[in-house]
């Protein structure tokens, strides 16, 4: 009768191939779900903009996007505070600095609309909110109930980067104008291009 099955031999081989094909994609795999955590911090941050837009347009009335550091990116609790360097965000009428873990309404203070912590897909980026000067910090841009930013000194754009410093990532930016469009783009694409994803 004939054995069936894998000798010692073949399994080494197979492990040894295995290993080199991992060790050789390890790099490019962790770059690869670092592009992913910025994509999705991008999205979540454009999302959130857009929400607060059609909201203050919806109700007729201001409704501004903070973005809040949280002293657990997954955990959106009262340790918020504003802060130009986070990709955590609520879209509320009033500030939420000491109340984002309050429920969603239209009559309790800071009368919350939507929010979102970066833990949740968006971990590990780096996040720079900016004013239109493009080097003084931003945590808050206002929209009026025709969908324009009205606050002093909004957010007019937000970066978001990768966590290793001198990576090559695929960056995003979130940009606001001061008529309140909002879009995602992609800084590494020359200005004098036609690509539609350019900054």
């Known amino acids: 009768?004939?054995?069936r099955g894998f000798s010692l031999i073949e399994l080494v081989v197979t492990m040894a191939v295995l290993a080199l094909v991992l060790f050789a994609t390890a790099p490019s795999i962790g770059a690869w779900l670092d592009n992913s955590r910025i994509r999705n911090a991008a999205e979540s941050l454009q999302i959130g903009l857009q929400t607060a837009r059609s909201e203050a347009v919806g109700r007729n009335q201001s409704i501004s996007f903070y973005l809040v550091s949280l002293a657990d990116p997954g955990v959106m609790d009262n340790s918020c505070a504003l802060s130009a360097s986070s990709g955590?965000?609520?879209?509320?009428?009033?500030?939420?600095d000491t109340h984002c873990a309050n429920a969603p309404s239209t009559s309790v203070a800071p009368k919350i609309v939507l929010k979102r912590a970066v833990g949740d897909g968006g971990g590990k980026v780096k996040v720079s909110g900016l004013q239109a000067d493009g080097t003084t910090g931003g945590t808050t841009v206002t929209f009026n109930g025709f969908g324009r930013v009205v606050n002093a000194d909004p957010i007019a754009r937000i970066d978001i980067t990768g966590p290793n410093d001198g990576a090559a990532y695929r960056n995003l930016q979130v940009r606001i104008t001061s008529a309140g469009a909002i879009r995602m783009c992609d800084p590494h694409v020359p200005a004098d291009s036609t690509d539609p994803r350019k900054c």
Do not use: F, Y
């Open 1 to 3: 009768m004939k054995q």
């Open 88 to 96: 955590s965000w609520v879209v509320s009428a009033a500030s939420p």
